[in-house]
C-alpha cells in the first residue's frame, strides 16, 4: 500500500517504521516541521490511505482535506470529539472513509469491552464506587486523554448512578472521577477502579511502547480502502 502520513511525532516515526517492515511504501509526510507538502498534493492514484496523529487543533481540518481528495483516512488524533458529528456528516456527504480510535492498542480495545461487561457487573451487584486514573508523558496535551475518556463512557453507559464525568476528584456520587497525571516518558496507563467497605477490584491496561498503537492504526488502514463510512475499532476486531 501506499500510505500518506500526517504528522511525523513519535506516533508517525513508529508507523513509518512499522509500515516499511509490513512491506508498505510511504507515499509522503505531511507534516509542519518535518516537509513542506500539502494533503493537496495526494489524490487516490498516489496515495491508498492517510494515517492522521497530529494535533486536536487540526485533526478535523486534515480529515476534511482527505475526505474532499477521496483518500480513505485513519485519525488517530484525540481532544478533537467535539467535532466529530461534523466529520461523520462530512464523510456521509462525500462518499468518503473515516476510521477513528481514540487508542489503537488491540489490548486497549479488549480492556475497552472488558470494561464495559464489568461496569455491567459491578452495578449488579452494588456497593461499589467507581473511578478512572490515567497517566501519560508530559507531552501529551489533551487532558483527560481520549482513552480515559471513552473508558469513562462505557462505565457511564453501564453503571447508571454515574450520570456525567469530571476532569478531578468527583464531587458527588453521581460524578465519575478521572485522574489525570503527566509525567516523564509514560506511554500511556488506564486504570479503573472500584471500591467498597470490604475490596477493591481493578481493570488495569499499561502500554510499554508505542509499537501497540502503530500496529493498529496499521491493521485499520489496511482493513479501510474499498469500505465507505465511519468506523472504529470494535468493526476492525469484531468487538
Known amino acids: 500500500?501506499?500510505?500518506?502520513?500526517?504528522?511525523?511525532?513519535?506516533m508517525g516515526q513508529t508507523i513509518a517504521a512499522l509500515a516499511a517492515e509490513r512491506g508498505h511504501e510511504i507515499a509522503g509526510i505531511v507534516d509542519l516541521h518535518a516537509?513542506?507538502?500539502?494533503?493537496?498534493?495526494?489524490?487516490?492514484?498516489?496515495?491508498?490511505?492517510?494515517i492522521e496523529f497530529t494535533h486536536p487543533d487540526s485533526a478535523l481540518a486534515n480529515i476534511a482535506a482527505c475526505l474532499r481528495q477521496g483518500i480513505p483516512v485513519v485519525c488517530g488524533s484525540t481532544g478533537w470529539l467535539h467535532h466529530f458529528e461534523e466529520a461523520k456528516t462530512l464523510t456521509k456527504e462525500l462518499n468518503g472513509s473515516l476510521f477513528y480510535a481514540s487508542n489503537y492498542?488491540?489490548?486497549v480495545n479488549?480492556?475497552?469491552?472488558?470494561?464495559?461487561y464489568m461496569a455491567a457487573k459491578m452495578h449488579q451487584f452494588g456497593g461499589y464506587d467507581v473511578s478512572v486514573r490515567e497517566i501519560h508523558h508530559t507531552q501529551k496535551i489533551d487532558q483527560p486523554s481520549g482513552t480515559a475518556l471513552t473508558t469513562a463512557e462505557g462505565i457511564i453507559r453501564h453503571f447508571p448512578s454515574k450520570t456525567s464525568w469530571r476532569n478531578e476528584p468527583a464531587q458527588?456520587?453521581?460524578?465519575?472521577?478521572?485522574?489525570?497525571?503527566?509525567?516523564?516518558?509514560?506511554?500511556?496507563?488506564?486504570i479503573v477502579t472500584y471500591t467498597s467497605a470490604v475490596d477493591t477490584l481493578e481493570l488495569k491496561h499499561e502500554a510499554h511502547s508505542r509499537e501497540g498503537f502503530a500496529m493498529g492504526a496499521l491493521l485499520a488502514a489496511?482493513?479501510?480502502?474499498?469500505?465507505?463510512?465511519?468506523?472504529?475499532?470494535?468493526?476492525?476486531?469484531d468487538l
Not at 1 to 10: A, D
Not at 37 to 49: E, K, Q
Not at 110 to 116: A, I, P
Request: zero cysteines; glycine letters at 12%; aromatic letters at 10%.
Open 1 to 10: 500500500m501506499k500510505i500518506l502520513l500526517i504528522g511525523y511525532g513519535k
Open 35 to 50: 516537509s513542506q507538502l500539502n494533503i493537496t498534493d495526494f489524490t487516490p492514484a498516489t496515495a491508498d490511505v492517510a
Open 105 to 107: 492498542s488491540v489490548g
Open 110 to 116: 479488549l480492556f475497552f469491552h472488558f470494561n464495559e
Open 172 to 190: 458527588t456520587e453521581a460524578e465519575l472521577a478521572i485522574l489525570s497525571e503527566r509525567t516523564g516518558d509514560a506511554v500511556g496507563t488506564h
Open 222 to 237: 489496511e482493513w479501510l480502502p474499498g469500505r465507505k463510512g465511519v468506523f472504529g475499532m470494535k468493526e476492525l476486531l
